[in-house]
T-cell receptor
Framework: AQSVTQLGSHVSVSEGALVLLRCNYSSSVPPYLFWYVQYPNQGLQLLLKYTTGATLVKGINGFEAEFKKSETSFHLTKPSAHMSDAAEYFCAVSEGTGNQFYFGTGTSLTVIP | DAGVIQSPRHEVTEMGQEVTLRCKPISGHDYLFWYRQTMMRGLELLIYFNNNVPIDDSGMPEDRFSAKMPNASFSTLKIQPSEPRDSAVYFC?????????????FGSGTRLTVV
């Protein structure tokens, strides 16, 4: 069975500091991994995804994530936080096309000026 | 492409009333999903459709909830009768596949308040 664990429901960083949002997954097969972002009063928006190939994937707004199979992790990073990055971030996993998609519980990112 | 369109954006209703939420998916997307988001339970998948056919409704909380997809461009989620605990944001999403390879596109959601 698949599952997604996001460590830390709330993360605060200073503007300009490194953003690190953690995601660990469990899957019996090579997974598809995703990060979605939800800005206040909006729906979820795909930030980036890993399906196959290069394990370091780059997304929108300067975010990137690295698939580490040995650690079953897919942490999201951004070198320098911006005030506009304040949002809820969701990690998600599926076991490929035709399989169900599972969201984590979300991490709320606060950026302190 | 206008994206996934949900209506209304906000709905306030009295307990016991019927509520209907509407969704127009992206043209060509074969999959449509209804999610509910609350502070306590996070994102919950309620039901999803493939080519207008309900595939998995195991997430529908009770018989008070029903969903239909009469055609490829329209779906409804109905709650009858509504209760205060149904207060949540309801999202519709559509995709080319179930597993998310092409990504899910979400609507802006309907914020439902039952008083």
């Amino acid at each position: 069975a698949q599952s997604v664990t996001q460590l830390g429901s709330h993360v605060s960083v200073s503007e300009g500091a490194l953003v690190l949002l953690r995601c660990n997954y469990s899957s019996s097969v090579p997974p598809y991994l995703f990060w979605y972002v939800q800005y206040p009063n909006q729906g979820l928006q795909l930030l980036l995804k890993y399906t196959t190939g290069a394990t370091l994937v780059k997304g929108i707004n300067g975010f990137e994530a690295e698939f580490k199979k040995s650690e079953t992790s897919f942490h999201l990073t951004k070198p320098s936080a911006h005030m506009s990055d304040a949002a809820e971030y969701f990690c998600a996993v599926s076991e490929g096309t035709g399989n169900q998609f599972y969201f984590g519980t979300g991490t709320s990112l606060t950026v302190i000026p | 492409d206008a994206g996934v369109i949900q209506s209304p954006r906000h709905e306030v209703t009295e307990m016991g009333q019927e509520v209907t939420l509407r969704c127009k998916p992206i043209s060509g997307h074969d999959y449509l999903f209804w999610y509910r988001q609350t502070m306590m339970r996070g994102l919950e998948l309620l039901i999803y459709f493939n080519n207008n056919v309900p595939i998995d409704d195991s997430g529908m909380p009770e018989d008070r909830f029903s969903a239909k997809m009469p055609n490829a461009s329209f779906s409804t989620l109905k709650i009858q009768p509504s209760e205060p605990r149904d207060s949540a944001v309801y999202f519709c999403a559509s995709s080319l596949d179930q597993g998310g390879y092409y990504g899910y596109t979400f609507g802006s959601g309907t914020r439902l308040t039952v008083v």
